[in-house]
């Protein structure tokens, strides 16, 4: 009876010990299984965030660069962190490196930041790097293997049953072999694993322990079986996320000329112009030419002086005209019948010179000192009507040179520059009142034909003296009518020198680039050049003043262009039929 009683309770020991062991390999095999998923989750998240940064660098380079050396500054870049044990910010890391790689800039600080232990030489680092899939490294063979779960499970139960109970420990401790066995590249996990698993269902171990005791041989058998059929799942998760990796990898890397399936670019509406020529930079802007393609349009422009435009232009090939000048703009909306106008920016006109040129004009009374300095164009129009030379003036030893004083223009019967000076030259030769009427416009054609015919041969746009100034100097061009903005621009660029000034003439007028739309696309341009902020922007980085005034001052601030925030003595000029008289005169004068 007392045999009887004691077997069943050894049996009834066995069984429950057999079922504590199981649970707890199984839960220990549960969470290796579900570390090994969240590692090649992770790995795969960061294979797709390396593929889509290298396709952007691809991009990003695509004008200095090759594909094949993107991806090798990537790969390069990708090596100092394959040991790294916080993988989520590596491909931004990567992209950083790499950047600075292909910029040709040392990228020593991104690796001494992160100070990732595979930034040192390591005969496993190119190994580490390419490898997909690998998140860590692989252990050295004389390393000191982790303890797997059998014997973590072993040591747990050393003060378990004696005799039989010890055995079925010790076997059903080896039964099951976690995941981080160092024996096995974690890699392979997937496959190797589930061949494992296999393997320990069938040790002589789970036999013996079945001929010693039923209950004890069956549950650690089915713990066997669970645990395989566990693995063979996660196994072929895994499995299917490397083969995803493996697909991505194929698709999204494929050079570009072997992938006709991408979606073809939104086509861009072409819209072409003719503009005058102090605009032309704007429309060149690389900034400027992708914002207006975010928009869906693509802009070919052609300078003309805006006279040119008004009058000698064949309007008819052209989606919208862009003069320099309200009055310009008028008569091309007579003559094409147009109500629509759009004024997304201006500028002043101006004086391009130099500090010494500046100084002798104080002197002689003709330039009133400031901040901003300005020309009395009353006190200039008498130099003129005296032929007064350079060396004439008294104390001149800056520019003591024997040529009329005279500021250099564009050609009056094309460019609105040279139109807009006659304008404000013939208000002051007027008594300081705009010029009406037949008898005033003969009084003031004398005058105004001096400022023009002793210059020689003029430029049809203000890009001609503008440009003469900046690369000559002050021996040919002392002083240059320009538009404001052409000077801030420059400066804006660095191409103006320290004793480049910016003068204002007294009385000034102001230029209103007025865009004429002759057609749909060339409406939806204007609407887009006088409403987009980014535009906007863009033309006041180029000198113009816009709607906004913070722009320009900040654009002006930045870079130091001494201008006048506020200009009070701005005069309108005269109508356009006076201004074309006025011009015809001034030609009959050439002749």
């Given at each position: 009876m007392f045999s009887t009683v004691s077997t069943e309770s050894a049996a009834g020991a066995t069984c429950e010990f057999g079922v504590r062991v199981w649970r707890r390999e199984l839960a220990a095999v549960s969470r290796a299984e579900d570390e090994e998923i969240v590692v090649v989750v992770a790995t795969v998240r960061e294979e797709q965030a390396i593929r889509q940064m290298t396709d952007q660098l691809v991009r990003d380079f695509a004008d200095t660069h090759s594909v094949e050396q993107v991806e090798r500054a990537v790969g390069v870049a990708r090596q100092q962190f394959g040991g790294h044990p916080v993988r989520q910010f590596v491909p931004i890391l990567v992209e950083r490196v790499a950047r600075r790689r292909l910029a040709g800039k040392k990228d020593s600080a991104v690796g001494s930041v992160v100070g990732s232990p595979a930034t040192s030489a390591s005969p496993n680092a190119t190994t580490e790097a390419s490898d997909a899939v690998v998140p860590e490294q692989a252990p050295q063979p004389d390393s000191t293997p982790a303890p797997v779960v059998g014997d973590h499970t072993g040591s747990s139960h050393a003060a378990g049953p004696a005799?039989?109970?010890?055995?079925?420990?010790?076997?059903?401790?080896?039964?099951?072999?976690?995941?981080?066995?160092?024996?096995?590249?974690?890699?392979?996990?997937?496959?190797?694993?589930?061949?494992?698993?296999?393997?320990?269902?069938?040790?002589?171990?789970?036999?013996?322990?079945?001929?010693?005791?039923?209950?004890?041989?069956?549950?650690?058998?089915?713990?066997?079986?669970?645990?395989?059929?566990?693995?063979?799942?996660?196994?072929?998760?895994?499995?299917?996320?490397?083969?995803?990796?493996?697909?991505?990898?194929?698709?999204?890397?494929?050079?570009?000329?072997?992938?006709?399936?991408?979606?073809?670019?939104?086509?861009?509406?072409?819209?072409?112009?003719?503009?005058?020529?102090?605009?032309?930079?704007?429309?060149?802007?690389?900034?400027?030419?992708?914002?207006?393609?975010?928009?869906?349009?693509?802009?070919?422009?052609?300078?003309?002086?805006?006279?040119?435009?008004?009058?000698?232009?064949?309007?008819?090939?052209?989606?919208?005209?862009?003069?320099?000048?309200?009055?310009?703009?008028?008569?091309?909306?007579?003559?094409r019948k147009v109500n629509t106008r759009y004024i997304p920016f201006s500028s002043p006109m101006a004086i391009a010179t130099f500090a010494p040129i500046v100084d002798v004009l104080t002197r002689a009374g003709v330039v009133g000192p400031g901040p901003t300095p300005t020309l009395d164009v009353g006190a200039y129009l008498k130099l003129v009507g005296n032929n007064t030379r350079w060396d004439q003036l008294?104390?001149?030893?800056?520019?003591?040179?024997?040529?009329?004083?005279?500021?250099?223009?564009?050609?009056?019967?094309?460019?609105?520059?040279?139109?807009?000076?006659?304008?404000?030259?013939?208000?002051?030769?007027?008594?300081?009142?705009?010029?009406?009427?037949?008898?005033?416009?003969?009084?003031?054609?004398?005058?105004?034909?001096?400022?023009?015919?002793?210059?020689?041969?003029?430029?049809?746009?203000?890009?001609?003296?503008?440009?003469?100034?900046?690369?000559?100097?002050?021996?040919p061009t002392p002083l240059a009518w320009i538009y404001e903005s052409q000077f801030v621009e420059a400066a804006a660029q660095g191409k103006t020198t320290p004793e480049m000034r910016?003068?204002?003439?007294?009385?000034?007028?102001?230029?209103?680039?007025?865009?004429?739309?002759?057609?749909?696309?060339?409406?939806?341009?204007?609407?887009?050049?006088?409403?987009?902020?980014?535009?906007?922007?863009?033309?006041?980085?180029?000198?113009?003043?816009?709607?906004?005034?913070?722009?320009?001052?900040?654009?002006?601030?930045?870079?130091?262009?001494?201008?006048?925030?506020?200009?009070?003595?701005?005069?309108?000029?005269?109508?356009?039929?006076?201004?074309?008289?006025?011009?015809?005169?001034?030609?009959k004068s050439y002749n």
């Open positions: 005799g039989a109970h010890g055995s079925i420990d010790a076997d059903a401790s080896e039964g099951v072999v976690d995941s981080a066995d160092p024996a096995v590249p974690s890699h392979s996990t997937g496959v190797t694993n589930g061949a494992r698993t296999s393997t320990t269902a069938t040790k002589p171990g789970l036999g013996k322990h079945a001929s010693d005791d039923d209950s004890g041989g069956v549950l650690a058998a089915l713990g066997a079986a669970w645990s395989a059929n566990r693995r063979l799942v996660s196994t072929g998760l895994i499995v299917a996320l490397v083969l995803v990796v493996v697909a991505v990898g194929f698709t999204v890397r494929k050079p570009a000329a072997e992938a006709p399936t991408a979606a073809p670019a939104q086509a861009l509406t072409v819209v072409h112009g003719v503009v005058g020529s102090e605009k032309m930079a704007f429309f060149q802007d690389p900034k400027v030419v992708d914002t207006l393609a975010r928009n869906g349009l693509q802009v070919d422009v052609q300078p003309a002086g805006s006279r040119q435009i008004a009058t000698s232009t064949d309007l008819d090939r052209y989606d919208f005209a862009f003069p320099s000048s309200e009055i310009t703009a008028e008569q091309i909306q007579r003559q008294p104390g001149n030893t800056a520019y003591p040179v024997g040529k009329n004083i005279l500021i250099s223009t564009t050609d009056p019967r094309s460019s609105n520059s040279a139109a807009l000076y006659l304008a404000a030259a013939s208000y002051v030769a007027n008594n300081e009142t705009i010029v009406q009427g037949t008898p005033a416009e003969q009084d003031v054609i004398p005058t105004l034909s001096r400022l023009f015919v002793g210059q020689g041969y003029t430029e049809n746009s203000s890009e001609g003296p503008f440009g003469n100034y900046l690369a000559g100097g002050m021996g910016l003068l204002y003439p007294g009385p000034t007028v102001w230029s209103r680039h007025t865009l004429i739309p002759l057609g749909d696309s060339g409406d939806r341009l204007g609407q887009l050049l006088s409403e987009d902020k980014g535009l906007q922007r863009l033309a006041a980085e180029h000198g113009f003043r816009t709607g906004d005034p913070a722009q320009f001052g900040a654009v002006v601030a930045e870079h130091g262009v001494p201008v006048a925030a506020d200009l009070l003595d701005v005069v309108a000029p005269p109508t356009y039929e006076t201004l074309e008289h006025l011009i015809d005169g001034v030609t």
